[in-house]
């Protein structure tokens, strides 16, 4: 990691745990909710109420498998800065663009190497 990345560290850190905050927030209140829709069972709907109802739970999903994600990813996060090995690309070693941490401080890819497997995924 070079020295202006270290210099930002606890800049960085900080975004972080911020982040990893909100993220915790969103899942507790989105566990919630789940457990309140499954309760609230009884209502006689019909076919569009139900169709509305199941794309609004589908939605829910994808959007708390997408904080368990992130969430995931600031943790790693988190344990490389704790490890001192944050900054460093996991894929090729170079450092990561403090640009880049700045934007996507859980990055754990150079852009060049984040690039590459995308591309991979893609094919």
Same mark, same amino acid.
């Given at each position: 990691?070079?020295?202006?990345? &270290?210099?930002?560290?606890?800049?960085?850190?900080?975004?972080?745990?911020?982040?990893?905050?909100?993220? &915790?927030?969103?899942?507790?209140? /989105?566990? %919630?909710?789940?457990?309140? /829709? /499954?309760?609230?069972?009884?209502?006689?709907?019909?076919?569009?109420?139900?169709?509305?109802?199941?794309?609004?739970?589908?939605?829910?999903?994808?959007?708390?498998?997408?904080?368990?994600?992130?969430?995931?990813?600031?943790?790693?996060?988190?344990?490389?800065?704790?490890?001192?090995?944050?900054?460093?690309?996991?894929?090729?070693?170079?450092?990561?663009?403090?640009?880049?941490? %700045?934007?996507?401080? /859980?990055?754990?890819?150079?852009?060049?190497? &984040?690039?590459?497997?995308? %591309?991979?995924?893609?094919?």
């Amino acid at each position: 990691m070079d020295l202006s990345t &270290q210099s930002h560290l606890a800049v960085l850190r900080e975004s972080l745990l911020y982040r990893l905050h909100e993220l &915790q927030t969103e899942v507790h209140a /989105a566990e %919630r909710a789940a457990r309140g /829709a /499954a309760g609230a069972g009884g209502e006689v709907l019909d076919r569009k109420d139900d169709a509305s109802r199941r794309a609004g739970e589908a939605v829910g999903d994808a959007e708390e498998r997408r904080d368990l994600d992130e969430l995931a990813q600031v943790q790693a996060a988190l344990q490389r800065l704790d490890a001192g090995v944050y900054g460093d690309c996991v894929d090729c070693g170079q450092p990561i663009a403090l640009e880049r941490l %700045r934007v996507q401080p /859980a990055a754990e890819r150079c852009a060049a190497c &984040q690039a590459a497997r995308e %591309r991979l995924r893609r094919a």
